[in-house]
């Protein structure tokens, strides 16, 4: 599959990792998650303001992101006039509750939202940086939910929807890792690490310093998505992550790590992008699909259908793998209706086949052509796009008896003859519940 973007980060040999030895806690805490299988993610930030692919303009090497309209001519003038959003970003209309409560409504069991992107912008009351949202010059300051992270997290812990951080281990706005008498040329620090360790020693500490942070002020936090796969592995950016995670750790000892194409004991589930993989990693995994063609907001975006949505969901969990979903909100703080639609028809299909989904584990022993299994104890589920015409499911070669078929959208018994389950339904979409003599 070719890459849609540059900024698409991938480590083909972590896909195939295995565990090493883990704390009873993170075992746990991954079969809980798991369990979760469907999440949603939201990327927003000054990005959203100016309408354009995240904050990945302003790297003078990462030409793809202003190939299809750069938002000023000249990177000098792009630069100084993004940095300046902080003190036009006034998202008046954002309601954290109603956020919670749509997607509660369309049935995501966690969330990770972006506290800070490449840009270095703080969606939260970070004491770090004075580049953040609470700061006097953000005209968003005195609003009473000024602390945008900490509105987001309470929201969601109100309608049990459990909640990741996400966090650019990069940072573009740090005098640390761009200086300001340097010309950064691409993503990476404007200078060699290797060559300046005390420079590089601030950054390190400042990364800690906000991590520890966001783990302490705003937990429980289950995920910490840690993005910017190029730091710890290439041109000597390298951050002590033991003594970090330790720390972290300390704090909350069941805190999933997830250190984004970097592979290792701290990439403790893999993230495929944009994408079903073809061959499922073998460490817990999530793939990571936009509901539009781009993260954050972008105005007149090109969204999916929700038959491309669907179809990528039952992909995902019937190769035991979870699935989440992104959303960019708009700059006024609404959630674009486009979207909104979406994550409506996604709701409506879970109630009737949620039990198919949630909780379950892949049931990859057996495969037929256009379906799709998944497995709980001693029922599987099988899933099929139809075509409107009469179908049925041979599984004369399946090793269990089956005991009974039910149609998981009318709840009525199916005919089962000899191992066939007979559907005579014209609907354009059939999942069987099949209960079997002996547990899978």
Do not use: C
Request: without cysteine.
């Amino acid at each position: 599959m070719a890459k849609i973007r540059e900024d698409i980060e991938e480590n083909t040999a972590s896909l195939q990792e295995e565990y090493d030895e883990l704390p009873y806690q993170i075992k746990n805490k991954l079969e809980w998650f798991s369990d979760q299988k469907i999440g949603i993610i939201f990327h927003w930030g000054l990005y959203s303001q100016a309408g354009i692919v995240e904050s990945w303009q302003l790297s003078k090497e990462d030409d793809w992101a202003r190939k299809k309209g750069s938002w000023r001519e000249d990177i000098q003038t792009l630069r100084k006039d993004y940095w300046e959003l902080n003190q036009i970003f006034n998202p008046e209309n954002f309601d954290p509750q109603d956020w919670a409560k749509k997607a509660k409504k369309a049935g995501f069991r966690y969330m990770i939202f972006t506290t800070k992107h490449h840009d270095g912008f703080n969606m939260y009351d970070t004491q770090y940086s004075d580049y953040k949202i609470t700061a006097a010059e953000s005209i968003f300051h005195k609003n009473k939910q000024a602390d945008i992270l900490k509105s987001v997290i309470e929201a969601f812990h109100k309608v049990d929807i459990a909640t990741g951080l996400y966090y650019s281990k990069a940072d573009w706005h740090s005098p640390n890792y761009w200086k300001p008498n340097q010309t950064p040329y691409g993503r990476y620090a404007s200078y060699d690490p290797y060559k300046d360790p005390e420079t590089w020693k601030k950054f390190s500490q400042y990364v800690e310093n906000q991590l520890i942070e966001l783990i302490k002020n705003y937990g429980p936090t289950d995920i910490l998505w840690l993005d910017g796969g190029w730091v710890n592995t290439t041109h000597n950016e390298y951050l002590p992550m033991k003594d970090i995670v330790a720390k972290l750790r300390k704090i909350q000892p069941d805190l999933l790590v997830v250190d984004r194409a970097v592979g290792g004991k701290y990439e403790n589930y893999i993230t495929p992008e944009r994408k079903v993989p073809e061959v499922p990693p073998k460490k817990a995994w999530e793939s990571n699909i936009p509901l539009a063609k781009n993260w954050g907001y972008v105005p007149h975006d090109e969204y999916k259908s929700f038959e491309e949505i669907l179809n990528s969901v039952i992909q995902v969990v019937s190769l035991g793998g979870n699935i989440i979903l992104g959303v960019g909100p708009k700059p006024d703080g609404t959630l674009p209706k486009e979207a909104q639609t979406i994550m409506q028809k996604l709701g409506n299909w879970l109630q009737i086949y949620g039990e198919g989904i949630y909780e379950t584990r892949p049931y990859q022993e057996l495969t037929k052509k256009g379906w799709f299994f998944t497995r709980k104890k001693n029922t599987v589920y099988a899933f099929h796009k139809n075509e409107g015409t009469k179908i049925s499911l041979d599984l004369t070669d399946f090793p269990t008896k089956i005991k009974k078929a039910v149609d998981m959208e009318t709840k009525e018994e199916l005919l089962v003859e000899q191992q066939r389950v007979y559907v005579d339904q014209q609907s354009e979409f059939v999942g069987i519940q099949l209960q079997l003599e002996e547990k899978v």
